[in-house]
């Protein structure tokens, strides 16, 4: 049985508590003040804190700081007024796990402590990652052979099962919606809804009305009433894909979703309650938002639970081979077209390259090379790469980004090689190099001299 510390000087409040959570199958210890409190948690095994902000002696921020000296991963409920919402944030930034604001049912409170407690054991598993040597864990078109993926893919195992909200961080084109897609199907809501919305693909004025719906008459040419995709998603999972774009207006009321699971739709005045898990992702700066004052900060920590950041391709390059055959077996299976493989230099194109574009790209790269490659094996003159320099911040950076000058020469002798169609000879040309210079820098990338005629 699970203990549950509450600390609250109201003692109808903390009877209150230890009853309902007593019949919903907890231990519970109680004080009446910090210093009650930090003895009680001296002298007990105690899984959860609930804490009110307001105490006689040591405020409740002051008790938090305390516990967090002593015990970093005891997870803390904070109890505070309505009013008081940046005391709250200022708690969750000193370590408090969540925060409920008074008044509050007491079926809230039991929802927040078991999500927290989901979340404190999935924590404890993942310290214990590292020490479960040989365990390879697999996902259905996720490539997951780097470590850095292996890494997502354990994390997706253990935050799967619980109820808590993911946020996804990562570059464009990494893979955010398949890991979206991976955690929904290996949880208890598999059989339910996956919906997914694009915050940055619909206009910033009808955002609100595609999440929580609207009523007939809400808006000029709202003929008729249409549920969001809140609604759409009941007992399911949503996926908010880009959520650093979403206008302050519709924070609020994602907030309130998040912490009493119930909105209205645009124009209407019946509350609907709904069972949603949210998947949120960005491949924005949320904390650089936060300064700049375009995100809450009250919202960020509600998203923040369980982060999980999916590296950009060219940090796990072991992936890019696995990857290649992947995309090539699924677009030759659509094509009438039979591609069998790919040669030993057209891959080292593919892995030397940097990827601003990622899995994505990647993937642009081979369907464009399967469409139009002259036989079944996919050769360097095949693959075709973007050329043109990444894209810098204020015209400063000379090189792309990503790259250093040694693999940037590198990736202009294997783009010769490429226009050479395979012919060393032609491609030391066009590079101004003698030959057995470019068979030097050949045999630095990997690519052994086989000999050829002279072009």
Known sequence: MQTILIVEDEAKMRRLLELNLGEAGFATLSAADAESGLRLLHENHI???????????????????????????????????FGSVETAVDAMKAGAADYVLKPFSLNEMRMVIRKELDVNALREENRSLREALGKRYAHPNIVARSARMQEVLATVERVAPTNSTVLLGGESGVGKDLIARAIHEKSRRASGPFIKINSTAIPENLLESELFGYEKGAFTGATTSKPGKFELADKGTLFLDEIGDVPPATQVKLLRVLQERDFERLGGTKTIKVDVRLIAATNRDLREALEQGTFREDLYYRLNVVPIDIAPLRQRKEDIPELVNLFISRF?????????????????ILVSYHWPGNVRELQNIIERACALSKGP???????????????????????????????????MILEA??????????????LGLSRNALRYRLSKIGIADEGEKEG
């Open 377 to 411: 094996v996919l050769a360097a003159s095949d693959i075709h790469l973007d050329s043109r320099p990444a894209k810098s911040d204020g015209g400063n950076a000379f090189l792309p980004e990503g790259m250093t000058l040694e693999r940037w020469e590198d990736e």
């Open 47 to 81: 899984d959860l804190v609930v804490t009110d902000l307001k105490l006689p002696g040591m405020d409740g921020l002051g008790f938090l700081q305390a516990i967090k000296r002593q015990n970093t991963a005891l997870p803390v409920i904070v109890m505070t007024a």
């Open 332 to 348: 030759d299976a659509d094509s009438a077209k039979k591609i069998t493989g790919i040669t030993p230099d057209a891959m080292q």
């Open 417 to 430: 090689l490429r226009r050479a169609s395979g012919n060393k000879s032609q491609a030391a040309r066009l």
